[in-house]
Structures are given as C-alpha cells and as structure tokens.
C-alpha cells in the first residue's frame, strides 16, 4: 500500500511538473514576490534572479522580495498597496497558505472541524485578494502554490498530522482563481512532496523542508528555483555548445557562443570562445538564518541541475592519443581522454574555470544585495504587523518610536528587532540602504558580461 501510495504521489507530481507553464521575464521587467516568511527569510527569488543575472546578462531586470514572516492573505491585502504595488511591479507572483491553514490544532480532538474552517476562512480572504489582484492594470499575475509543510519525515514526533492536505485544498482555489482570471499558475507543493518522498524511501529522515517542517533549507528553495525555471522553459537552455573538430581544426557547431582562432597544432587544438551566458553557480555554503544547508545540496534530489540548468558543453571529435590536458587561459582544468571528449563534457562541473569564478563573483555580489534587501524585510514586517495596527504606520516620529518599545514588552521576538527598528525608522538610512543595493545591482550587471576565452588542449 505504501509503495502504491508513493507511486500515485510521484506520477501525480511528474504530471504537475510537465504540465506547468510560465512565460520568461522580459527585459526591463519588475518582478515581485510576495508572499510569508518562506518568501521573506527565504531565497527562492534571489537564485530565479542569479539565473537570469548570468543566463541573460544582457537583460537587465528587478526583483524584489516582498515576504512577510507570519503573513496570511488577510496580512498581505493589509500592506498590498504601501508594500507591494509602490514597487512599480509588472509581474507579480503571489503565494500563501502555511500560516492561513494553523498548526497544532491539526493534531486536537476536532482537528477534522478546524481544517474545515481555516479553509473556509482561507477561501473568504483570498477572494477579497483575486478581487484586488483583478483590479491591476499592466501587471501579469503568477500563483504560487506554496512549498509543503513536511508531515512525512520522521527526524522528529513533533507532526501537525494533515496540515499539508488542507494547503493543498488552498492551492487547489488558487488554480481556479487563476484559470478564471488567465493568470499563471505554479505549484511547489506536490513536485517537492514528491521529491521529499522519494529520498525518504531510504533515509525517512531526509527533508528539504527544514528542521520546523515549515521553511525549506537553502537546497530546498534552489528545487523552487528550478521548479520556477523549468516552468519557464529554462531546462535544457545551454551556457554554450561549443562543438570542434580537431582533426581538421574547425568548428563543428557553436551555439550561445562565438568560437574564433581556431588552430591545429601538433599537440592539439587551442581556439577562442565568447559564449553569451555564464554558469549557473551553485552555493556549497548555507545562508539565512536557522538554515544549515548550502545550495548545491539540491543535487541531492535533482541528480540532472545542472546539466539541465547549467550545461556549458564542450565536444571534441578528431583527437589522436590517448590523454589530453584542458587548460583555459593557461589555468589547468582536467586531464580527458579523446573518448571522454568526443562524447562531450560540461564544464559547468569545473568550478575552478575563469568562467565559473566569474560567476561566482556574480553570486556573492547578489548575496550581499539579499542580505540588505532582508533589513527591508525586518522593518517591513515591524512596520506592518505592529506599527500599522496601532495606528503608525510609515511614522518616523518620537511617538512612534515610543510605541515600539510599549509593543515589545511581553515580546521577546518584536524586542528582538529593536536595532532594525531604530536604524529603518529613519529615511535617510532606508534611502541609503536604497541606493546600496541599487549599486550591487549596477555592478553586478558591469561583472556579468561573458568574457573571451582562450582553451587549450595539450596531448600528454
């Protein structure tokens, strides 16, 4: 039965996943992501935005995390107008459910009751949402069905048992509203459901979640990523194909890219290649707080990344021997054999290429942009779930500074944001944190530009 229930789980998902669709951002575009704490302390969007920062280097866009921690789809409405729309967005992505559908009273005598009415109550606040959503002008709308909250693993006995299956009948009203209204829609619920599942088969501790079951890992919002990108067409996109003939010294095929000075040598080949794109840059160090994974840990459940996300392929047909050294401007990267490179290599699996340090240039640089943006955050999520309640909202004066610290006693966590609070409170700092990241956005977009390289292939 358990096996039966797996399969059905994993089909399902595989359907969802082959079935979902969402255009490209185009250039210029101004995206936002809104949504809870997974969207607000999360990094699904920032690594959407490495993608196209070094897949298209050439297409300038912005993004902006618009998450607040604890959030429902009543507490989005609150702020939409002050928080979201005064970004100027022309795409919006929209997602919610973990904290509309509650936690331990899944677990209560009347549990089957209480599912009933959270999504009751879901289903009353996101219609006065799709009614507010209905109402832009020039801004594309994608749902998000929200990544899972993990009821499968057994790391711990601490299980809203259910939980997931009320966010699910959630995610099932925002597919509807988005077939009525001809939004998009994205779920990430059941593809990592079924992701969780499959490596729970043999280690049933294993999750991409996260120790609360809530918030996935930094792996877990790089499978959003892909989820995002997959969608969009992204898999199978190459950095650059890069295809020679050594035995007559000529390019056989050289896509995304542009391979010039081509020249046979009595060693072997050496030629020069622009490609368009950079490497897709996985993170082996974890970021956020109470995360512990790094990013590329997401090859764990997704064996194919990066040769679906980040194939810079090179093929060379033609070689005489057995052994050959690649070098990239004169920086040793492998010794192939002639078979291993007539079948073709990704070089993308070479961390140490010019080319990959480049892109993990870029990577810092966004990181630290997500690491001011999330002070944003702090002070959004001060600013409107506890200052706009109590009638301060966007107040910059000695009364309000005043309630803040009225509204942090008996709240170890609101207190806890005291150094945020009084540094945000100020325009001056938030016009400098402004301006700080608009000037990692400008420099990331001055680093990204692909480079000319020069490969050599020596016979050992």
């Known amino acids: 039965m358990k096996r039966l229930t797996l399969f059905l789980v994993l089909l399902v998902a595989c359907i969802c996943v082959q079935a979902q669709s969402v255009a490209p951002f185009q250039k210029g575009d101004r995206v936002t992501f809104v949504g809870n704490s997974i969207t607000d302390g999360g990094h699904y969007h920032s690594y959407i935005w490495l993608y196209y920062m070094t897949h298209f280097p050439k297409m300038r866009l912005w993004m902006a995390n618009c998450g607040v921690g604890g959030d429902t789809a009543k507490e989005i409405l609150a ?17 919610f459910g973990m904290n509309d559908t509650g936690y331990y009273e899944y677990n209560g005598a009347d549990s089957a009751d209480f599912a009933r009415r959270k999504l009751q109550e879901a289903k009353n606040q996101f219609a006065l949402c799709e009614e507010k959503l209905k109402s832009l002008k020039g801004v594309r709308t994608i749902m998000i069905g929200t990544s899972p909250y993990d009821q499968t693993s057994t790391f711990n006995d601490d299980i809203f048992a259910h939980k997931n299956d009320n966010m ?12 009525r209204n001809g939004w998009e829609f994205l779920d990430f619920n059941k593809p990592m459901v079924a992701m969780n599942m499959k490596q729970q088969k043999t280690d049933p501790a294993f999750t991409l979640i996260g120790s609360d079951r809530v918030h996935p890992d930094n792996d877990g919002h790089m499978a959003m990523a892909y989820l995002f990108l997959q969608a969009q067409g992204m898999k199978g996109k190459k950095v650059a194909d890069m295809q020679l003939d050594a035995a007559n010294g000529k390019v056989a095929k050289a896509k995304n890219c542009r391979i010039s000075k081509v020249k046979k040598t009595a060693e072997g080949l050496q030629f020069d ?20 994974n790094g990013a590329s840990k997401v090859t764990k459940v997704i064996p194919s990344f990066i040769d679906d996300l980040s194939d810079e392929h090179l093929t060379v047909t033609g070689l005489q021997g057995n052994q050959y050294e690649l070098s990239i401007d004169n920086i040793i990267i492998d010794t192939l054999s002639s078979a291993v490179l007539s079948d073709g290599i990704n070089l993308s699996y070479y961390r140490h290429t010019p080319q990959y340090q480049q892109a993990l240039a870029i990577m810092a640089l966004n990181e630290t942009r997500w690491d001011v943006e999330r002070r944003f955050r702090e002070w959004a999520w001060v600013n409107y779930d506890f200052m706009m309640p109590a009638g301060y909202l966007n107040d910059n004066s000695e009364q309000a500074a005043q309630k803040f610290r009225e509204l942090c006693k008996g709240n170890d966590w609101l207190a806890s944001k005291r150094g945020t609070y ?21 420099h990331i977009y001055e680093l990204n530009q692909p480079k000319l390289h020069t490969f050599l292939l020596r016979k050992l």
């Open 422 to 442: 009084d540094q945000m409170v100020r325009p001056e700092v938030r016009e400098a944190y402004k301006k700080e990241m608009d000037l990692l956005v400008d």
């Open 168 to 179: 699910q009948r959630v995610i099932t009203l925002q597919e509807e509203a988005a077939k």
């Open 79 to 95: 702020r939409f107008d002050d928080d979201v729309l005064s970004k100027q967005p022309t795409v919006l992505t929209f997602t």
């Open 273 to 292: 290649c622009l490609a368009a794109s950079l490497p897709f840059p996985l993170d082996t160090i974890p970021h956020g707080w109470g995360f512990n």
